[in-house]
Every structure is written in structure tokens, then in C-alpha cells.
């Protein structure tokens, strides 16, 4: 296994690279805020990215922010870029962990994974996007286990609030879980709310490369089990959730021998005349992402064509404090002493994962809490180094716990 230590070749524990990107800057905070939660108190941690003046910026704005002037002076800066793989692997060479924040994944990700593994450093990203995340385990698993290098992607809203809701379900239930329906509403204060452009280009492209993502899962012999409409304003869940779940409950099921849990995500969509909105909105999305023409008009436009839910500036920092958003998951199953092979499941649960704003306070927390619980509890980790989901990674460890003390909440209903 690939050492969880710092060393005189290795001496960050983690290096935040795309550090000055919209979201970079807030994990940047959010790891200044919780050093001391690192190994024997003492984080030790750089940015990279390939601006060395926009770094200098990101530090100078956190150690404002958290009225922190000695940051300026006590965190290292790195210069490195995707498209300058030696400057990728110097960087990878330093870094017990990187935490990646270069969306869209699809177009700067996968570098960064690849040298990761070939350099020995763990990785950690915020990807929201299925084709990456399925794309890299297929390339890269096998590689990573023979290096003892752990990669795990979605380590953001998508999908840790997901992946471990399900997971902390699953061990508050008595008895044998075996379905789960998730409900999310997100709310925003008296000052709105809006999430980045680069979370829009990345369900832009997605959708155009919808047809490869279909042929990639062909590759996992993937089953994707059907759920009954619900009646109630809430659609299916388009994003990375289902997938990421699907794929936990693969590798509980088939390495740790545990019951599997079918796994449904929905959104809550407001009222009536949210509904008309999103059925425009979508029918005016799905036409234009089939042409190149349409995708730049998207990319150009974002507040237009996602009615201001999307924007360039990104949310300003009274609209985080003000948002916040809510799982609430329905599970059912048997309880204990009753033959799940006769009969309907004869018991239900209702669990709540409630946190903040969800792009730039929820992700950077989960993301970050992800790290300190891979640097303080790597014995238990999988076995074996390899491309893992959150809820695989983070099953048998205390990374709930700690959520909980960060303002990400679960509880039972």
C-alpha cells in the first residue's frame, strides 16, 4: 500500500490542485479551517494549479476570509498543469494525497488520475460526472490495486451524502435492508441562489456523450433495477448518485459478501409552475446539446438557458449561508428473525442527511473530511489500493461521524 505518511520526498499530506478554480478556493478554506484535524494535530498542505499569481490570490483571500494572516506565509505553492505531464508528476511525487478540483473531469481529469497512480499518490475529486468516474475504474482499477493507490471520486455532494445516507440507513435498520428511495429538496435563502457555470458544462457534455456512457456500462454488466412512479412533484434524479450507490452495493455485495440494497434517487421540484419551467427548460436543453452549435450557445448563455439556476459569477457568499438541502431516505426490508424468502419486506425506516449550501460549503466539507479520514484511519480502507466510491472507501470508518461534527447531519427520522 502506498504510504498514508509524510517524508522528506513526500512532504505534504495533501496538495489541493485547480486550487483557484471557483470551487477550489473554497476547499482551500475549508482545509485551513480543519489542519488541525490532521495526523497528530499537524496537516501539512500546498495548492497547485498553473497560475502561480491566481494561488498566491486564492491563499491571500482564505487567510482573509478566516482572519488568518500566516497562511500567506506557511502555505507552499505549487505550479503544475494537466497539460504538462512532468509538471503533473513532480507534483503527484510531493502529495500523500490530491485532492482534485479540475472540472470538467472529462477534460483534465483523467491526467491527474493516471499520475497519481504512476507517482504513488492517493486521489480524491468532486466529480459529478458518471462517465468519468465509471471510466476511470475501468481504466485504472487494476493498476491502482498493484500500487496500493487509493482513487475515489465523487467525494462531493456527489455522492458522499448519497452513498453514505444509504450506508448509514442500511446499519441503523434492524434487520435486512433491502431497498432504498431517496428525496432531495434544496433550498435557497432571501438571497437566492445559483450554482457555477462549470457544474453546467459538465451536464452539457454529458448529455452530448450520453450514447458512450450507454456503451461504457455495457463493459460493467451494470443491472439498473426499475421503481414504481411516485405521487408527488418529484422526478428522477439525473445525476451522479444512482450510479455511484449502484456501484458500492456492487463491491459490498461481491467482496465484503454483504446483502445488496436497490437503490432509486429522487428531486424534489417545487410546485406547479416549477414543473412547466422544467419541462421547457429540458426540452430546449435535450435538443441543443445534440449540436455543436447549441452546446456553445448553452455554455455561452448559462443564466438564460437555466432560468439564472446557473451562472458565470457563481453564487455569492450570502447566498451560501442562506442555502441548504435535505435527503430524506425511505427504506424498506425485513426485520430481525423474520425469512426474507417468504413474504413481502416487513419493515420500514426513514433516515435525514441535511447539510449547507451544496456546490462550494457541503462539497468542500465532505471533500475534505474524505482526506483526514483516509490520513488518520488508512487501516480501515479496502484491503487493496484501487478506483473506489466513497461508500466503499468510507464503509468501515468513522467518516459519518465526522460529517456530523462539520455540519453535514444524519439522523433517524
Known amino acids: 500500500m502506498a504510504s498514508f505518511s509524510t517524508s522528506s520526498s513526500r512532504p505534504y499530506h495533501i496538495i489541493i490542485f485547480g486550487a483557484s478554480g471557483f470551487t477550489g478556493q473554497f476547499v482551500v478554506e475549508e482545509v485551513a479551517r480543519t489542519a488541525s484535524e490532521g495526523p497528530k494535530g499537524n496537516l501539512k498542505w500546498a495548492v497547485a494549479g498553473r497560475n502561480r499569481t491566481k494561488l498566491e490570490k486564492v491563499v491571500e483571500q482564505a487567510a482573509g476570509a478566516l482572519s488568518m494572516p500566516e497562511l500567506k506565509s506557511e502555505v507552499d505553492i505549487l505550479v503544475a498543469d494537466v497539460s504538462d505531464l512532468d509538471s503533473l508528476a513532480a ?12 472540472g470538467p473531469y472529462r477534460f483534465f481529469g483523467d491526467p491527474v488520475v493516471k499520475s497519481c497512480v504512476e507517482n504513488g499518490a492517493h486521489c480524491i475529486d468532486i466529480s459529478g460526472e458518471p462517465q468519468f468516474l465509471e471510466s476511470m475504474q475501468l481504466n485504472y482499477h ?9 482513487i475515489v471520486g465523487s467525494c462531493g455532494f456527489d455522492s458522499i451524502p448519497a452513498d453514505m445516507g444509504v450506508i448509514y440507513t442500511r446499519d441503523q435498520f434492524k434487520g435486512t435492508l433491502t431497498a432504498v428511495e431517496s428525496f432531495l429538496t434544496a433550498s435557497a435563502g ?14 452539457i457534455y454529458g448529455l452530448a456523450d ?5 456503451s461504457l456500462r455495457k463493459k460493467f454488466e451494470f443491472v439498473y433495477p426499475r421503481y414504481n412512479e411516485l405521487q408527488q412533484y418529484a422526478i ?9 450507490v449502484k456501484r458500492t452495493q456492487r463491491y459490498l455485495t461481491e467482496e465484503l459478501k454483504e446483502s445488496p440494497v436497490q437503490y432509486g434517487a429522487y428531486v424534489g421540484i417545487g410546485g406547479i409552475s416549477n414543473i412547466f419551467k422544467l419541462v421547457f427548460a429540458g426540452l430546449m436543453f435535450f435538443f441543443l446539446v445534440k449540436f455543436s452549435f447549441g452546446r456553445n450557445l448553452l455554455i455561452k448563455f448559462p443564466e438564460f438557458f437555466s432560468f439564472g439556476f446557473f451562472s458565470k459569477a457563481g453564487p455569492t457568499r450570502k447566498q451560501m449561508e442562506g442555502s441548504s438541502f435535505r435527503f430524506i431516505f425511505i427504506g424498506e426490508g425485513y426485520t430481525e428473525g423474520s425469512d426474507p424468502s417468504e413474504g413481502k419486506p416487513n419493515g420500514k425506516i426513514r433516515t435525514l ?16 473530511q474524505a482526506a483526514l479520514t483516509m490520513l488518520n484511519e488508512s487501516d480501515s480502507l479496502p484491503n487493496t489500493g484501487g478506483v473506489y466510491t466513497p461508500g466503499a472507501t468510507f464503509a468501515k470508518t468513522t467518516l459519518i461521524d465526522r460529517l456530523n461534527k462539520h455540519g453535514i447531519q444524519f439522523s433517524v427520522l
Not at 507534483?91 to 479540475?102: H, T
Request: aromatic share 6%; proline share 8%; hydrophobic share 40%.
Open 91 to 102: 507534483m503527484c511525487k510531493q502529495a500523500v494525497i490530491v485532492l482534485s478540483c479540475v
Open 210 to 214: 450520453s450514447n458512450k456512457l450507454r
Open 190 to 203: 432571501p438571497e437566492g441562489g445559483c450554482i457555477h457555470d462549470g457544474t453546467w458544462q459538465s451536464a
Open 142 to 150: 487494476d493498476q491502482a490495486a498493484e500500487k496500493g493507490v487509493y
Open 353 to 368: 442527511v441535511k447539510g449547507p449550501e451544496v456546490g462550494y460549503v457541503a462539497t468542500p466539507i465532505a471533500m475534505v
Open 236 to 244: 428522477p434524479f439525473m445525476g451522479t448518485d444512482p450510479s455511484v
